[in-house]
């Protein structure tokens, strides 16, 4: 009696499920849902929705996890399906029928802020999901106020997650009016403090040690909007908030470093100081590289390679200007600098990104080669001009190629964008 009771109880169950989404999917035809889940799809649900999520939790008891289970085997087909709207409302249920079950929140955060985002072809649609995924952690972190776990991986979407497409940072900053990095570090440090009232002394000093990372990376955030004081003073803050003798030291030679760069970045491209201090510039920050092997590079690397940039910018202006030894012989300095720069030791962390940079550049001075080539035949329009074919096919490969390494090839698109057009 009891099997055909549990049996009946389970059935009950299903059918439940399936309601839901039946109603889910006629009420997501009304144009005002769909305005409701544009807006905030976590405060918004439709009252059907949640009086089913709330009638399930009272009463399926011991069954619950029944249900939780089937619910997480329908999402993951509806996810293979491409159907998000739908597994965006599992999700939600499930987070409701266990919403104090932190991993639930942490892993469906991460389903929607990696690997739908992931799915989406244009920045736009992976913001969406991105934003939604974000939400819903807070949401999660709204029911577990006190779990410093939540707030651990929050932060660590903003660290990783966001960085890796420009767009997404522009959001973010848009949104919260903050970069991505000083709302990581943040909640970094939020996190070691509900670790720290949780005796969780291993998981809190890595949040402190995430924290410190966060503010470095902002610190070479504000470098990039030419902000050379508020970077100092950014970098000043994290000696004083470091105990370790050995990064103090590396935060005072980057400071010095940032201060030469300060003045050569006021240089103007005519000026005659403008080669030798940029390459003073460019040997300190080599100095820098190979003397910390303890520095996160990334930062540095993409600081040096605007400055190199700069001589990209110098030797079209030669070309346009038909000065076209002087824009060989910059290119060519381009070439020596990014060799120089280069780590020595094969093992250096910083080593294959120069090394790659090197076989970009070399490719540019081809293609620079082969303009200045065409221009001395006598080619003046370029977007017309059938023997400017090849040089045009050539720069949209070197585009399309380079780009999977998010070098900043601004000049390069700009150039190849002027010859096509």
Same mark, same amino acid.
């Given at each position: 009696?009891?099997?055909?009771?549990?049996?009946?109880?389970?059935?009950?169950?299903?059918?439940?499920?399936?309601?839901?989404?039946?109603?889910?999917?006629?009420?997501?035809?009304?144009?005002?849902?769909?305005?409701?889940?544009?807006?905030?799809?976590?405060?918004t649900l439709p009252p059907a929705e949640y009086l089913g999520t709330y009638i399930a939790t009272m009463a399926l008891g011991?069954?619950?996890?029944?249900?939780?289970?089937?619910?997480?085997?329908?999402?993951?087909?509806?996810?293979?399906?491409?159907?998000?709207?739908?597994?965006?409302?599992?999700?939600?249920?499930?987070?409701?029928?266990?919403?104090?079950?932190?991993?639930?929140?942490?892993?469906?955060?991460?389903?929607?802020?990696?690997?739908?985002?992931?799915?989406?072809?244009?920045?736009?649609?992976?913001?969406?999901?991105?934003?939604?995924?974000?939400?819903?952690?807070?949401?999660?972190?709204?029911? %577990?106020?006190? %779990?410093?776990?939540?707030?651990?991986?929050?932060?660590?979407?903003?660290?990783?997650?966001?960085?890796?497409?420009?767009?997404?940072? +522009?959001?973010?900053?848009?949104?919260?009016? *903050?970069?991505?990095?000083?709302?990581?570090?943040?909640?970094?440090?939020?996190?070691? %403090?509900?670790?720290?009232? @949780?005796?969780?002394?291993?998981?809190?000093?890595?949040?402190?040690?995430?924290?410190?990372?966060?503010?470095?990376?902002?610190?070479?955030?504000?470098?990039?909007?030419?902000?050379?004081?508020?970077?100092?003073?950014?970098?000043?803050?994290?000696?004083?908030?470091?105990?370790? +003798?050995?990064?103090?030291?590396?935060?005072?030679?980057?400071?010095?470093?940032?201060?030469?760069?300060?003045?050569?970045?006021?240089?103007? *491209?005519?000026?005659?100081?403008?080669?030798?201090?940029?390459?003073?510039?460019?040997?300190?920050?080599? @100095?820098?590289?190979?003397?910390?092997?303890?520095?996160?590079?990334?930062?540095? %690397?993409?600081?040096?390679?605007?400055?190199?940039?700069?001589? /990209?910018?110098?030797?079209?202006?030669? /070309?346009?200007?038909?000065?076209?030894?002087?824009?060989?012989?910059?290119?060519?300095?381009?070439?020596?600098?990014?060799?120089?720069?280069?780590?020595?030791?094969?093992?250096?962390?910083?080593?294959?990104?120069?090394?790659?940079?090197?076989?970009?550049?070399?490719?540019?001075?081809?293609?620079?080669?082969?303009?200045?080539?065409?221009?001395?035949?006598?080619?003046?329009?370029?977007?017309?001009?059938?023997?400017? +074919?090849?040089? *045009?096919?050539?720069?949209?490969?070197?585009?399309?190629?380079?780009?999977?390494?998010?070098?900043?090839?601004?000049?390069?698109?700009?150039?190849?964008?002027?010859?096509?057009?």
């Amino acid at each position: 009696m009891c099997m055909k009771k549990a049996g009946l109880i389970i059935v009950v169950v299903v059918v439940f499920v399936i309601v839901q989404l039946f109603l889910k999917s006629y009420i997501s035809r009304k144009s005002e849902y769909r305005q409701m889940m544009t807006g905030n799809p976590f405060h918004t649900l439709p009252p059907a929705e949640y009086l089913g999520t709330y009638i399930a939790t009272m009463a399926l008891g011991g069954f619950k996890p029944l249900v939780v289970d089937y619910l997480w085997m329908k999402q993951d087909k509806l996810h293979e399906e491409k159907q998000y709207e739908e597994v965006l409302l599992i999700l939600n249920i499930i987070a409701r029928l266990h919403p104090h079950f932190v991993q639930v929140w942490s892993f469906n955060g991460y389903h929607m802020i990696y690997n739908i985002a992931f799915q989406e072809k244009t920045s736009q649609d992976k913001w969406k999901w991105v934003k939604i995924g974000l939400e819903y952690i807070r949401e999660g972190m709204k029911h %577990n106020p006190d %779990n410093p776990y939540l707030t651990q991986w929050i932060a660590f979407f903003y660290y990783h997650r966001i960085p890796q497409d420009i767009y997404l940072m +522009e959001m973010v900053e848009k949104l919260e009016g *903050r970069d991505t990095y000083v709302i990581a570090g943040k909640l970094y440090q939020e996190s070691a %403090n509900l670790y720290e009232r @949780e005796n969780e002394r291993g998981q809190a000093r890595l949040s402190r040690i995430m924290f410190f990372a966060c503010r470095f990376l902002h610190g070479f955030e504000e470098l990039k909007k030419d902000r050379f004081d508020e970077a100092i003073q950014e970098l000043e803050r994290l000696i004083d908030y470091t105990k370790d +003798e050995k990064e103090k030291e590396r935060l005072r030679d980057l400071i010095e470093v940032i201060k030469l760069d300060n003045i050569v970045t006021k240089i103007n *491209r005519e000026d005659a100081q403008f080669v030798p201090q940029t390459r003073k510039l460019l040997k300190h920050y080599g @100095e820098l590289t190979n003397k910390h092997l303890g520095y996160d590079f990334r930062p540095i %690397n993409n600081r040096v390679e605007v400055i190199l940039t700069r001589f /990209i910018s110098q030797g079209y202006e030669y /070309i346009d200007r038909g000065e076209y030894d002087l824009s060989f012989q910059t290119t060519k300095l381009l070439l020596e600098e990014t060799k120089n720069i280069t780590p020595n030791v094969d093992n250096h962390p910083a080593r294959l990104y120069y090394l790659t940079l090197f076989d970009r550049f070399e490719e540019l001075s081809a293609l620079i080669g082969m303009e200045i080539k065409l221009r001395k035949s006598g080619i003046q329009d370029f977007h017309t001009d059938e023997r400017a +074919e090849t040089l *045009r096919t050539l720069y949209e490969r070197y585009i399309k190629k380079h780009s999977r390494w998010h070098w900043q090839l601004s000049q390069e698109r700009a150039r190849y964008n002027q010859l096509k057009n």
